[in-house]
C-alpha cells in the first residue's frame, strides 16, 4: 500500500543551522502538508502546497520556514536558522481529492535543536 | 474559527473494557470533515475513520464504532473489548470543505490499556 515517507527520522542540529525535512507524498496525491507537534502536544497545521504554491499558512510558519516541491516527488521544509523552539516531531502529509480529501502522514521527523 | 475539544486527556482501562473517547468540535461551515486519528508510542500518525457533516450514520470496524451528533457537535469514538495494543494517543481533527485547508486537531487522550 501506497505510503507517505520522510527523511531523515531523527535529526539534531546547533541553534542558528539551516535543516531540510524530506518528503516523499503518495505518487497520485495532488495536496501536501507540513505539521508539527510539539513533545506531548496537539499536532499543529504549518503550511498546505498545491500546484507549485502555497494554499494555507499558519501562523507559526513565519519567514524561517520554506516548501519547495523540487522535482516530481520530493516536497521538502527548510528552516533557515534554527530556534530552540523549533524542537518538534515534523509530518508531511498528502491527500488526493479536489475535496477535503483524507490526509495521510508520514511517519514523521524529530528534529532536536541544541 | 474551528475548534476541536478533546475533553479527556488521559483514560486508564484494563484489557477487555469498553472505552468511549469524547471529542466535540465547532464550526461555522454547513460542510466539513471529521477524523480520528491514533497515534502509537512508535509516534506516526495513522488514519482511522473520515466522517463527512452530511453523513451521520453510526459506523462500525471491527473492536472500533463512531458516533457521530451534529445536533450536540459530538463525534465519539468507542473501543470494544480493548486490548494492550490499542494504547496510544487518539486525536480527533476537524477541517473544511476547501481543498488544501488544514486539519485542526483536538489535543488528543491518551489512552493506557493494561493487562
Known amino acids: 500500500e501506497p505510503e507517505v515517507t520522510q527523511t531523515p527520522s531523527h535529526q539534531v542540529t546547533q541553534m542558528g543551522q539551516e535543516v531540510i525535512l524530506r518528503c516523499v507524498p503518495i505518487?497520485?496525491?495532488?495536496?501536501f502538508y507540513w505539521y508539527r507537534q510539539i513533545l506531548g502536544q496537539k499536532v499543529e497545521f504549518l503550511v498546505s502546497?498545491?500546484?507549485?504554491?502555497?494554499?494555507?499558512k499558519s501562523e507559526i510558519f513565519d519567514d524561517q520556514f520554506s516548501v519547495e516541491r523540487p522535482d516530481g516527488s520530493n516536497f521538502t521544509l527548510k528552516i533557515r536558522s534554527t530556534k530552540l523552539e523549533d524542537s518538534a516531531m515534523y509530518f508531511c502529509?498528502?491527500?488526493?481529492?479536489?475535496?477535503?480529501?483524507?490526509?495521510?502522514f508520514g511517519p514523521g521527523t524529530r528534529l532536536l535543536v541544541l | 474559527a474551528q475548534k476541536v475539544t478533546q475533553a479527556q486527556t488521559e483514560i486508564s482501562v484494563v484489557e477487555k473494557e469498553d472505552v468511549t473517547l469524547d471529542c466535540v468540535y465547532e464550526t461555522r461551515d454547513t460542510t466539513y470533515y471529521l477524523f480520528w486519528y491514533k497515534q502509537p508510542p512508535s509516534g506516526e500518525l495513522v488514519f482511522l475513520i473520515r466522517?463527512?457533516?452530511?453523513?451521520?450514520q453510526n459506523e462500525i470496524s471491527g473492536r472500533y464504532s463512531w458516533n457521530f451528533q451534529k445536533s450536540t457537535s459530538s463525534f465519539n469514538f468507542t473501543i470494544t473489548a480493548s486490548q494492550v495494543v490499542d494504547s496510544a494517543v487518539y486525536f480527533c481533527a476537524l477541517t473544511n470543505n476547501q481543498a488544501g485547508t488544514a486539519l485542526i486537531f483536538g489535543k488528543g487522550t491518551t489512552l493506557s490499556v493494561s493487562s
Open positions: 505518487s497520485n496525491h495532488l495536496y
Open positions: 466522517r463527512n457533516s452530511f453523513d451521520e
Open positions: 502546497f498545491y500546484n507549485n504554491e502555497i494554499s494555507e
Open positions: 502529509a498528502s491527500g488526493n481529492d479536489q475535496g477535503q480529501e483524507t490526509q495521510y
